[in-house]
DNA sequence: ATTATATGTGAATATCTATTCAACTGTCAA
DNA sequence: TTGACAGTTGAATAGATATTCACATATAAT
């Protein structure tokens, strides 16, 4: 993509910095699906149930016990990481059982762990 | 942290999956400190500024550049960036260098985009 | 000194989103 | 069939946040 394409309100300093970096930008839709995923493990309830289903697979009820929160809140973010393709389900009679989907999912957990840690 | 400290609309199932749950859960504290940290990488501009900044310090303009969008919104996003210690800047004249601080940043950059590779 | 440029910042707006509430579906048991 | 329970879901509300705008600050050049 080229710089021709934006509006600025600025003048160019660094034009080989500017060209290069410009070059060597990844797709739009690699940043939205980046920016996506990330906004995902953002919120410390979702944060909360991932860790939770790290451990064991587990039912909405179980989640909202384990979280302290109502059903209703748990089953709509559950919903939105399974939409995010980060868990998955199966049923079982009554019950729901969430578990982790994306293997991902734990390493970038890891290190956000030692981000935090190493900020202390 | 206990189960009793909570108010929850629904009664446990697997008592003992949600005590040993509980029991491995970690500080409050840590969940909300992971989840600020993926909420800062969890936007399209900041993604995308984190990402120019992979590959050299550059400049408030520059990067306004770069990104085709105005410095004073790029310059409210580097300030965002600075307080969670994300990036770091230094000054030279009028101009206001900034560069990545946190090694962490580049790993969970990497197996985002795993991740959404993987997706596909 | 004056002007131009690079950056920072508070307030306002528009948009997004997490939770609650109320209703609903589906399944099991009596 | 009826009731109880697990889970889902749309609408509403409240809170968060990204960008714009206008202005402020700081530095360099004339």
Redesign the pocket.
Known sequence: MSRNEFICD??V?HQDVVDRTIKNMAEEDTFNKLAEFF?IL????RVKILFALDQNEM????I?NVLG????????????LRRSGIVK?R?S?????YMLDDNHVKEVFEIGVEHIEHKK
């Not at 953002?42 to 309830?45: A, I, K, S, V």
């Not at 039912?59 to 179980?62: A, E, L, R, S, W």
């Not at 929160?69 to 939105?80: E, R, W």
């Not at 009679?93 to 059982?97: A, D, R, S, T």
């Open positions: 600025c003048s300093i906004k953002g919120d410390t309830t039912c909405v009820c179980d909202a929160m109502s059903k209703s809140s748990i089953s709509h973010q559950l919903g939105t389900c049923k009679g009554k019950e729901v059982f």
